[in-house]
């Protein structure tokens, strides 16, 4: 029993961190544009084909040279479709909901370009570490453990990014103030295209990860989508310290749901928790007013 | 250095400046005046490049900039600042300081600026780690007043520095103007009709309706009965 509950704790941690990884990027488009991204899950999609390509196409068995090759591919189709989609649309009445229907159009259309060009069939990939830990009666796989580190890296190094270079502190103007950015002359554009581009890599990057574990398949996008809007609707649109928190939980309450009630109650506890929350602080858990 | 032409705006449908022109000479301070809603800021931010919809043109140095975006206008010397200060809340008076100098222009200066800026407002420098939102009303406007001249500008448009500081504060504020003025940089301050920042202009300009009602001397605006009318109600 005492083992079991850490290895659900564990899981719990390890799903949690790229949740964590893959809300930020979301978070971070609705803090930054307001907009919200239905193409999102599709994007985890694309990182998860993108490296089983490298993998069984170039025969390349190295998730280090996976990762070279997938990030700059996912940095700039991201950059095109926020430039070609979504940046047009911006200088319409309703913007927000046309972005919406645009990003959901897109959704359809790379999930089936995905059956199309890869087949129904699930595609799996080689673990990116064999092999595991054992400490006396617990087990932790080394896989795990590197999709942690992995994950925590990813989102320290974009932290930092925020922090300390003037691409992420123009990204931090127009999330705050878009007027003050725009009167110190942040371009604007050049801004929301950059963070869609980023969000494409954090969430790319995510199924990349998870990809070695739950299979890539055609639809697969759509239960991230959900489980990254409920975790940012919860946590609080546009905060990217209560995705984090919010993630972690949201994860740990999935491991021990799906631990002592079976998976299938996963997504039904995931939203009870959100209504029940967004019913006492409409906000989310760190989110603000308006 | 600034010559404006035929200059209209319109947010919408809605007409605000009307065919209004200006010049403005290298090392002036201009003040505007004017009654609320009659477009005073239109008119600075069609200059900054903050009004998307004008027509008319805008010489600046020679070269027509109307219609040319912030992104661009910052970077040639022409910058705004808020009467709503638009600081960047959750960020430090630091990054806030620093921000102020994103254009490509005012990166080399960052550093010099920066220590020119702290010369300026000994209490930015004490606060430099507190974040933005947590500062008061005065220090606030100090700071986008700061973080405009972080920017390297060599035209200043600054919309109602005075606004909602009590009298003490807007001596300050007219002496940080004159000092700004005489490092070189040109000023056109909108405002309500404040005694310390009219003091300060070379010229004055009256905006009512949206079009130039009176320009000239603080002297020609004392003698000018219909301006007595409007400000002091006489």
């Known amino acids: 029993m005492f083992v079991e509950i ?79 989609l979504v940046a047009p649309l911006r200088k319409r009445d309703d913007w927000e909901i046309k972005v919406m229907m645009i990003t959901l159009g897109l959704a359809l259309l790379l999930d089936n370009s995905y059956q199309v060009l890869f087949g129904a069939r699930m595609k799996s990939l080689p ?27 990813g989102i320290l190094l974009f932290r930092w990014f925020l922090n300390n270079t003037r691409t992420g502190m123009s990204v931090r103007a127009v999330a705050q103030n878009p007027a003050g950015a725009q009167i110190v002359g942040i371009p604007k554009e050049f801004v929301f295209s950059a963070t869609f581009a980023i969000s494409t890599v954090m969430v790319g990057t995510g199924g990349i990860l998870l990809a070695q574990k739950y299979f890539v398949t055609p639809t697969g996008g759509w ?30 309450l999935e491991a021990f749901v799906g631990w002592y009630f079976g998976m299938t109650w996963v997504l039904i506890a995931l939203f009870a928790v959100l209504l029940t929350t967004l019913a006492i602080r409409p906000q989310g858990l760190m989110g603000k007013w308006g | 250095m600034l010559e404006i032409k035929n200059l209209n705006a319109y947010y919408d449908d809605f007409h605000v400046l009307k065919d209004v022109s200006i010049d403005i000479k290298k090392g002036e301070i201009i003040v505007m005046l004017g009654p609320n809603g009659h477009g005073k800021s239109t008119f600075l931010k069609s200059i900054c490049g903050l009004v998307s ?88 406007r100090m700071l986008a007043i700061a973080r405009g001249l972080m920017s390297n500008a060599e035209f200043l448009a600054i919309d109602e520095p ?20 005489k490092q070189g940089i040109t000023v056109m301050v909108v405002e309500q009709n404040i005694p310390q920042i009219t003091e300060l202009a070379h010229r004055l300009y009256v905006l009512e309706e949206g079009r130039i009602s009176f320009e000239g001397s603080k002297d020609e605006a004392l003698g000018n009965d219909h301006l007595k009318e409007i400000f002091l109600g006489m």
Request: net charge neutral.
């Open chain 1, 6 to 84: 850490i290895d659900v704790i564990i899981s719990g941690m390890i799903n949690g961190s790229v949740y964590a990884l893959m809300a930020v990027g979301l978070t971070l488009i609705y803090g930054v544009s307001k907009a919200f991204n239905f193409a999102y899950g599709s994007f985890y999609s694309m990182g998860g084909y993108l490296a089983w390509m490298i993998f069984s196409v170039a025969v390349i068995n190295s998730y280090f040279i996976i990762f070279i090759l997938s990030i700059p591919v996912l940095l700039v189709l991201g950059y095109l479709i926020e430039k070609v």
């Open chain 2, 53 to 140: 919809k004008i027509r008319g043109t805008i010489k600046y140095n020679g070269q027509n900039i109307a219609g040319l975006g912030s992104e661009k206008l910052v970077n040639m010397g022409i910058t705004y600042i808020a009467e709503n200060r638009e600081l960047f809340p959750e960020m430090t008076v630091l990054e806030n300081l620093k921000l102020g100098a994103y254009s490509k222009t005012a990166r080399p200066y960052e550093a010099r600026n920066l220590e020119k800026v702290f010369a300026l407002f000994p209490r930015l420098k004490e606060r430099s780690n507190q974040l933005a939102s947590t500062m008061s009303g005065g220090e606030a």
């Open chain 1, 223 to 252: 239960d991230i989508l959900v489980k990254a809007w409920v975790i940012t609707a919860f946590g609080g649109m546009g905060s990217i310290k209560g995705s984090l928190y919010a993630a972690f939980i949201l994860g740990m």
């Open chain 1, 127 to 153: 673990s990116i570490l064999e092999g595991s830990l054992e400490i006396g009666e617990f087990i932790l796989a080394y896989q795990d453990i590197v999709i942690f580190i992995l994950s925590i890296g």
């Open chain 2, 162 to 181: 005075s606004l909602g500081l009590q009298p003490n504060l807007r001596d300050e504020v007219a002496r940080i103007i004159k000092e700004i003025n």
